[in-house]
């Protein structure tokens, strides 16, 4: 038993050495990747866009981060679109408000109930997309934050016939004062974005995410318009995917948005991460699994445990704690800092880990108040 303790702390301190390791490059690759703004990244001349914004209640934040649409400095025309799928629905209130705060832009709402598959958000895109009318179309979740400068960066590598899409990574901001939006927000700042640097830099991963898709009106014709994408957990990764098989680029850009995390409870945390999880999974299982490198500071502490404190396990522990403090601090250059991170890091790492190894053995998500199955390739069906 005592060299099976051994053996095991010894992977454990292996793997947070690898761990470390993978901080201390993912730091190096921060700085420098989100520049500020370049004047002539507007497109000439710039081409009409529909901006569509699913929405499904009035979430802690959602009218500042919709407003943000309204202060936009692109040059050429704008329609914002807002759906709805229950004329009930509390966001609406929201989006009334904003009409009248800015009557001379060209805001559609559309309120339709009708489902085409089992993933609910595309179901209401699809809806709404009846109602666009320009060449350009981007899609973003309702909890986004951006800046003035982000539609007109962000359409930009559009006007390359060779770019089919384009997406923004982004970092967490917490919607709220308690421990479970910073927790969350957490995840954002100094998990996932950090990984989404990695990944694209050395080519590893191919991201395509749902805080912001930008494309053509034809591209996404050409891959099946969102009807194609009506029954995925994973809508976005299937978009990117299904551009790039089209023979496009899917580029990453510049723009580092905002994700406002509003989780009341720790089983909201929970509930919103292991659904994020196992889409990851669903969608890339072999980078999904080598992702258990970036936790070295609990897969420290626990070797820390199995090999009785030995001062190695110390040892390889303070420099786990060195590497993650070094890349927060190089995440906290390009994206908000989330006040008392420092405090709750190691916990944050744990609940990481602890989410991490719970995905290998979810079958259902909870989705905006409905259960769904999951199957391999990342399809949705009712629970």
């Known amino acids: 038993m005592a060299q099976l303790l051994q053996i095991a702390g010894g992977v454990c301190l292996a793997l947070s050495l690898a761990g470390s390791a993978y901080m201390l490059l993912a730091a190096l690759l921060m700085r420098g990747r989100f520049v500020a703004a370049d004047a002539a990244a507007s497109p000439r001349p710039a081409p009409g866009v529909d901006v569509l914004k699913p929405l499904h209640g009035d979430e802690p934040g959602l009218e500042a981060a919709l407003a943000e649409l309204f202060l936009q400095d692109y040059p050429g025309e704008v329609r914002v679109i807002f759906g709805v799928q229950d004329p009930a629905d509390p966001a609406l209130a929201v989006v009334r408000r904003l009409q009248a705060a800015h009557p001379r832009r060209d ?123 009506a029954d995925r957990l994973a809508d976005d990764y299937a978009i990117g995917e299904a551009v790039r098989a089209a023979g496009y680029r899917c580029e990453v850009s510049p723009v580092l948005v905002g994700h406002l995390c509003a989780e009341a409870s720790g089983a909201a945390l929970l509930a919103h991460e292991l659904r994020w999880a196992r889409t990851i999974r669903g969608v890339d299982p072999a980078g999904f699994a080598g992702s258990v490198v970036t936790y070295p500071v609990p897969v420290a502490l626990l070797g820390l445990v199995l090999l009785a404190g030995a001062p190695a396990a110390w040892g390889v522990l303070a420099l786990a704690l060195a590497s993650r403090f070094w890349l927060i601090r190089q995440v906290e250059k390009a994206a908000e800092p989330i006040p008392g991170s420092w405090r709750l890091l190691v916990l944050r790492d744990m609940v990481s880990l602890f989410v991490f190894a719970r995905s290998y053995f979810v079958r259902v998500v909870r989705w905006r108040g409905a259960r769904f199955r999951v199957d391999a390739r990342g399809d949705l069906s009712g629970a």
């Open 107 to 229: 805001v559609v709402v559309v309120v339709d109930p009708r489902q085409h598959g089992s993933n609910r958000k595309v179901s209401n895109l699809i809806n709404m997309a009846a109602a666009a009318r320009h060449d350009l179309i981007l899609l973003a979740d309702s909890d986004i934050l951006v800046r003035p400068d982000y539609l007109r960066r962000v359409l930009a590598p559009l006007a390359e016939p060779a770019v089919g899409a384009v997406t923004c990574a982004y970092y967490g901001a917490a919607a709220g004062e308690g421990v479970w939006p910073r927790l969350a927000a957490m995840g954002l700042s100094y998990q996932f974005l950090p990984s989404v640097v990695v990944g694209t830099a050395l080519r590893l991963a191919h991201p395509c995410m749902g805080s912001t898709i930008a494309l053509r009106r034809e591209v996404l014709a050409e891959i099946g318009g969102l009807e194609a994408f």
